[in-house]
């Protein structure tokens, strides 16, 4: 069950793509998941469609991982694919009391799922082949000039960090509490919602109380050595672009150009 | 009455780069009334080796048996043998979740389905057995100190009465005493109950006093499996993994280099001083 969750994990590996510098993907992301509200017709999703298989290819990243990922929506997209369904007005196929089954809304619903489908694995494709302090250094350095208008970047940027760091920790104490439950006989696969509800205190109690255990531990460890957020901080790597960061941008560039190309087609 | 694995392999996210051999082809069986030490370095599989006991982990390869039975047979109730096979993770005190202690270590029992009453009497019982007292009934169980916490928790697992129990490490982060009379209870349970115990445990000190059967694994195998007594001898296999024999055994062997007449596979302190030979 918790092996499932996908979002956030670093695959470790080398490509080209892990190689690039994290201000690049999380760019190159966001171009993503706005080229795929820009396109409108098949072209512009062949294009998409392809541009995310090959950096799949690059990543080197197996398949089978990223795909693991969707598992955690599948609920979502089942709910808002019918919805689009059944509820868009247009040229009737099927008819069954209210619910009216058109044309648009197979169009609609097509489109709406492979939409979500591409925005999660072209986010986690990021977070797949970027570790989280990457991550969070590129945000930090690209969002630098937020500073300006005193927003305390470097701070939100540390919080973010340490949440990412601590969903596998937390993910792993999970499933030790689980297992120590499960040795007193706990049961939580068997009953009703409420009594499944009510298995669940005791993993949440321990849960909530290692968590906040957790973080003034960690509190403690960072006051011990000094630290005192962002102002004059140098950094061990600081973040400098190389050629295949270039190259990368001009890739997007292309790429935006071709899926806007493409709705005049 | 017994455990049984045959051919157990276990490997960690299979078919992953992380991919990971934990257990290697373990073949062990724990009788009746044993008290069982199980020792090793860290990582070399003791967590993951006393987890197969009660079912929480399913074998990659091979079998694990209780009294004949396959435990991941088909109708095989895993539920029942957690009941009856009791393990007390590391740091067990981490799991308390009630507001009270009594009502926290009748979690267990209620778990097996006894009537609220049954189950408050075996609460009362456990507590009484690890020294826990009536005035702490209905204290909440995060207001005691570590030691008293990991008492609590321990009478948990007590409560239902097991017929095999398995710490691991439950004496780790423990002052001397708190770690002796945890030790203690276990010798006194496993002789008045007449349970099987197999103890998980870094001290060579505390294996040596108290267990008749030690087990040695190293890197996911079984390195030796004997009484201690055996094993010590092979006190420089055992440093050559990050392990050692007890304080006193080199001690006695230091004497006897030095060309006294003593016995130098003594263990204990108790065994030393009638080792020593002399008329004190």
């Keep these: 069950m918790l092996k499932d969750i996908t979002i956030g994990q670093y695959y470790r590996e080398n490509s080209i793509i892990h190689r690039l510098d994290p201000r690049v993907k999380l760019f190159g992301t966001m171009v993503f998941l706005v080229s795929l509200f820009v396109a409108d017709n098949i072209f512009g999703y062949i294009i998409a469609t392809l541009a995310l298989l090959g950096v799949i290819k690059l990543s080197r990243v197996p398949f089978k991982f990223i795909v693991r990922g969707l598992k955690a929506i599948v609920i979502l997209l089942l709910i808002s694919v019918s919805f689009n369904l059944f509820t868009t007005p247009g040229t009737i196929i099927w008819k069954f009391g209210i619910l009216k089954l058109t044309y648009e809304g197979i169009y609609n619903a097509f489109f709406m799922a492979v939409r979500l489908i591409y925005l999660i694995i072209g986010s986690s494709l990021m977070t797949l082949t970027t570790t989280p302090n990457d991550l969070t250094d590129g945000l930090e350095k690209a969002l630098g000039f937020l500073n300006k208008i005193k927003i305390p970047v470097h701070e939100i940027a540390m919080m973010m960090s340490i949440a990412l760091r601590f969903i596998p920790i937390l993910m792993e104490e999970t499933d030790k509490i689980m297992k120590a439950q499960r040795a007193r006989g706990a049961d939580f696969e068997s009953g009703g919602v409420l009594r499944r509800a009510k298995s669940m205190v005791p993993i949440l109690v321990p849960l909530l109380i290692s968590a906040f255990r957790r973080a003034n531990d960690l509190a403690t460890a960072m006051d011990a050595r000094c630290y005192r957020g962002g102002e004059g901080r140098t950094k061990m790597k600081p973040l400098r672009y190389k050629k295949g960061d270039g190259i990368a941008y001009l890739v997007y560039v292309i790429y935006l150009g071709l899926i806007v190309g493409a709705n005049y087609l | ?280």
């Design chain 2, 1 to 280: 009455m017994s455990i049984k694995l045959e051919n157990v392999n276990y490997i960690y996210e299979d078919g992953t780069i992380n991919r990971f051999r934990a257990l290697k082809d373990i073949n062990l069986e724990v009788n009746d009334g044993e008290f069982v030490g199980l020792i090793g370095h860290t990582g070399s599989g003791k967590s993951t080796l006393i987890q197969h006991f009660n079912g929480l982990v399913k074998p990659t390869e091979g079998v694990v048996s209780y009294n004949g039975e396959d435990i991941f047979g088909e109708k095989y109730n895993r539920k029942n043998l957690r009941l009856e096979v009791g393990l007390v993770f590391q740091y067990p005190e981490h799991q308390l979740f009630e507001a009270e202690v009594l009502q926290d270590v009748a979690f267990g029992p209620r778990n097996q389905g006894l009537s609220e009453k049954e189950a408050l009497i075996k609460a009362k019982e456990a507590l009484a057995l690890v020294g826990i007292g009536e005035n702490y009934y209905n204290k909440s169980p995060f207001e005691l100190s570590g030691g008293e916490k990991r008492k609590v928790a321990i009478a948990g697992i007590l409560a239902m009465e097991p017929k095999i129990l398995i710490l691991d490490e439950p004496t780790a982060g423990l002052d001397p005493k708190g770690r002796d009379n945890i030790l203690e209870l276990l010798k006194r349970i496993h002789g008045e109950r007449k349970i099987t115990v197999i103890l998980v445990s870094h001290s060579m000190e505390d294996i040596a006093k108290y267990v008749d059967r030690m087990i040695v694994m190293n890197k996911g195998s079984i390195m030796y499996d004997d009484s201690p007594k055996k094993i010590f001898r092979y006190h420089k296999e055992l440093e050559e993994i990050g392990l050692a024999a007890p304080q006193i055994t080199y001690l006695m062997q230091r004497l006897k280099e030095s060309g006294y007449d003593v016995d130098e596979n003594a263990t204990t302190i108790e065994e030393a001083l009638k080792g020593l030979n002399i008329n004190a």
